[in-house]
């Protein structure tokens, strides 16, 4: 069965940080690029960064310089370490397949920054 849970977000205050983590099923990670996304209210979900399979990562321009994608092979984990948060960046935050995501989403994890 096919699986992908994320977890670690919560309520953090401006410039604060969070670590988000994603543990997917080994048919959807091990042969595929990751990504992290986010879905704001009211809007689109969106592409936040990617991870291939080597651990070659890349980020949008929003997030550069402040969060850091990694892999675990042996865990068939993502990581997101979020540094200097801003409100901006407050979203439900979903990994998947890139650039064609599965077809089922995880339930995703709430990262909300506010003071």
């Known amino acids: 069965q096919v699986q992908l849970v994320e977890s670690g977000g919560g309520l953090v205050q401006p410039g604060g940080s969070l670590r988000l983590s994603c543990a997917a099923s080994v048919s959807i990670f091990r042969f595929n690029t990751m990504a992290w996304y986010r879905q704001a209210p009211g809007k689109q979900r969106e592409l936040v960064a990617t991870v291939t399979t080597g651990g070659s990562a890349n980020y949008v321009d929003s997030v550069k310089g402040r969060f850091t994608l990694s892999r675990d092979s042996a865990k068939n984990t993502v990581y997101l370490q979020m540094n200097s948060l801003k409100p901006e960046d407050t979203a439900v935050y979903y990994c998947?397949?890139?650039?064609?995501?599965?077809?089922?989403w995880g339930q995703g994890t709430q990262v909300t920054v506010s003071s």
């Open positions: 998947n397949m890139y650039p064609r995501p599965y077809g089922s």
